[in-house]
């Protein structure tokens, strides 16, 4: 499994909002509010529109009782004519003998015009027409009817007054005639001497025609049409309605169009036969009112609503909404400049102005408390740069360490003791010395020892030198090492032109003795043998110095024989060079793999987790990468230096 350190994106603050907050309470209120038209005009046009019709309805019906009532006033009219006429002694006494003034002054066919009757008929008790008239109001004329003869009316003729006892002497109603319906009224005409007898009856008619529905209608407010049932014509929707009004007690009520209500009854004759279908016609006016209404309430709730609408969009902008994105435009503005020093400075007394005094704080105290952060960043950077530097020049210093112990032992092994012997027996033998050379039997050894003596000088001498030379090579790295941190800009590093190879070998030669019991170390060198580079010397030397010390510390901890430790330097392509430190050690478990690089994670008792971080960060510096790879525990890792392989930089020393 392979894996580089983390990165993480940095988020951006930016606001996205489908639909910011105004829209949405815009289109809130405006449901409510159409809601609440849309069942304000229903329950109007369900329950006030019904209320008016049956408002109309019974109107309608009221103006019918109005047509009947003022058609029993004719005929109480007429009855009280007929009651007086008959009463008059001259009537009386005409009656009795047939005679008398009364003909002469009262009966022609203008008595008839002049008492504004259509019919007058003066009977004798027998049935025996006195003196009888008819006037056709149509024509002006006189006129003849089936029920009245000229000579003698049927004894069984409903009008005619009964003797006083059992009998009647008063009849009024409607006869359906052949010229239409007569309103008629008939009084008993009594003895003129005792006053007592009947002796004949005084029958009135009066036709209901035009001139009286005029007077009716006018007087009622209520136009009217009349039919007469005896087979006169009807319309076709007086026809339709007729058997309705027949079988129901109430008048019979018709919507004709928009326009007027048809309102039905029949009246019945004084034989209390259907003789007369009466229509009513009643404009429609109160539910046409109604409908307005309900339309001016539909439009003044609309109105209403509209004039709500935008007065709660002016309130709740200036009260909640503009604060409310002047707030979130600040709060974006300060997320996307990083400016902690803006201010709100929303001057107002509810919450919003507390939230803004709140936010403006909250920035203030943030601009603070970023500050001191920044101070501690900067400390904690500055030891993590000295902790860096430590841990490289420690690194150099274990190596120079055991080069300082390997000199103490090659100095144990210059042999001094062997030369003051020497000196101190040729002391000795100063005086015979060519004797004690050339005979002494310890004389004659005295040459091969000074020159085995001179044999192991040399070879301390050499492992001197070259001990002082890797003791001066470390000592030069830290030196550099500290220059480097030294110089800021140092950080940017100087890159010098260099053998990749050459500097694996340095670093191998730094870490070399820095685990003790290796003997069975084996290293396998893997080189391809690159041209010089232009590298950040002491950077890359650093990073693998590091690498090949973990390597070693990893293969130290357990029991890994033969101990492989691969080296290996490779082209990866045009532009880049690449490092792998590979060992068969103790290897990294999968959950551990990205937190290597992470500054403290150690497993080791005396590690300090710093660097693999340093290296890794180092890396990135200088354009590169550092990655690992490893199978799992007990299975060895590879460490990745990948690094751009630069031959030439402009303006750069080598
Ligand atoms: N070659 C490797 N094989 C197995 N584990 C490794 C190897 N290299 C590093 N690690 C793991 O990564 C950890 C971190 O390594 P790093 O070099 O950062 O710190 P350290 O070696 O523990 O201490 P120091 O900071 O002194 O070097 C080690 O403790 C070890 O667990
Ligand atoms: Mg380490």
Not at 310 to 330: C, E, F, Q, Y
Not at 477 to 497: T, V, W
């Amino acid at each position: 499994m392979t894996t580089t350190p983390p990165v993480f994106p940095r988020r951006s603050g930016a606001l996205s909002a489908a639909m910011d907050l105004r829209t949405k309470i815009v289109i809130t209120l405006f449901a409510v509010v159409t809601v609440y038209a849309v069942s304000d005009h229903f329950v109007q046009q369900n329950l006030l529109s019904k209320r008016f019709v049956q408002l109309e309805r019974g109107e309608a019906l009221r103006d019918m009782e109005r047509i009947t009532a003022a058609i029993e006033d004719q005929l109480t009219q007429l009855d009280q004519l007929c009651l007086i006429k008959a009463s008059r002694a001259d009537a009386r006494a005409f009656v009795s003998d047939a005679g008398g003034s009364y003909r002469e002054t009262g009966l022609d066919q203008d008595t008839l015009r002049t008492e504004r009757v259509d019919l007058l008929y003066f009977c004798a008790g027998d049935g025996r027409v006195i003196w009888g008239a008819i006037h056709d109001p149509e024509t002006g004329r006189a006129a003849t009817l089936r029920e009245f003869p000229r000579q003698r009316l049927s004894v069984s003729h409903p009008l005619l007054a009964r003797g006083r006892v059992g009998g009647r002497s008063a009849v009024d109603g409607i006869m359906s005639t052949e010229r239409g319906p007569l309103l008629v009224a008939a009084r008993a005409v009594l003895d003129p001497v005792n006053g007592q007898d009947i002796r004949g009856t005084l029958i009135l008619g009066r036709f209901v025609a035009d001139e009286m529905m005029g007077r009716i209608a006018s007087q009622t407010g209520v136009p009217f049409a009349r039919w007469q049932l005896d087979g006169q014509a009807l319309g076709a929707d007086e026809a339709e309605v007729l058997d309705d009004v027949t079988a129901s007690v109430d008048p019979v009520i018709r919507e004709r169009g928009d326009g007027e209500l048809h309102v039905y009854t029949e009246l019945a004759d004084i034989r209390d036969q259907p003789s007369m279908l009466v229509r009513a016609q009643v404009p429609r006016d109160i539910s046409r009112m109604g409908a307005a209404t309900v339309r001016y309430a539909l439009q003044s709730t609309l109105a209403a609503c509209l004039i709500l609408l935008l007065v709660l969009n002016k309130v709740l902008g200036r009260t909640i909404l503009d604060p409310l994105t002047r707030l979130t435009d600040h709060a974006v503005a300060v997320g996307a400049s990083d400016d902690l020093n803006a201010r709100l400075e929303l001057e107002r007394a509810d919450e919003l102005g507390v939230l803004a005094r709140e936010f403006d704080r909250m920035t203030e105290r943030l601009a603070v408390s970023r500050s001191a952060l920044l101070r501690t960043a900067r400390a904690a950077g500055m030891s993590e740069i000295a902790t860096g530097v430590l841990h490289n020049v420690g690194n150099v210093l274990n190596s120079a360490s055991v080069s300082t112990a390997v000199l103490g032992e090659k100095a144990r092994e210059l042999g001094a003791e062997d030369l003051s012997e020497l000196a101190e027996t040729l002391g000795r033998h100063a005086d015979d010395l060519a004797s004690f050379v050339a005979e002494d039997p310890r004389g004659v050894h005295l040459r091969p020892f000074i020159e085995a003596l001179a044999h192991n000088l040399e070879a301390v001498q050499a492992g001197i030198v070259a001990e002082v030379d890797s003791l001066n090579g470390g000592l030069e790295h830290i030196r550099e090492l500290i220059e480097s941190q030294q110089d800021l800009a140092g950080r940017g590093g100087i890159s010098e032109r260099c053998v990749l190879e050459e500097r694996v070998e340095e670093a191998l030669a730094f870490s070399t003795r820095a685990v003790e019991a290796e003997d069975d170390l084996q290293i396998e060198r893997d080189y391809e043998g690159l041209d010089e580079l232009l590298l950040e010397r002491h950077k890359v030397v650093e990073i693998l110095i590091n690498l090949i010390q973990n390597a070693r510390q990893a293969m130290a901890e357990g029991e890994y024989s033969p101990r492989r430790l691969g080296l290996r330097v490779r082209r990866t392509d045009e532009r880049r060079v690449r490092v792998e430190i590979s060992d068969n050690g103790v290897g990294i478990s999968a959950g551990d793999l990205t937190r290597v690089f992470a500054l403290g994670f150690t497993t080791r008792p005396d590690g300090h987790g710093f660097g693999l971080h340093s290296a890794a960060n180092a890396a990135t510096e200088m354009g590169g990468s550092l990655t690992v790879h490893s199978d799992g525990p007990g299975r060895g890792a590879t460490f990745v230096l990948e690094l751009p392989a630069e031959i030439e930089r402009a303006g750069v020393e080598v």
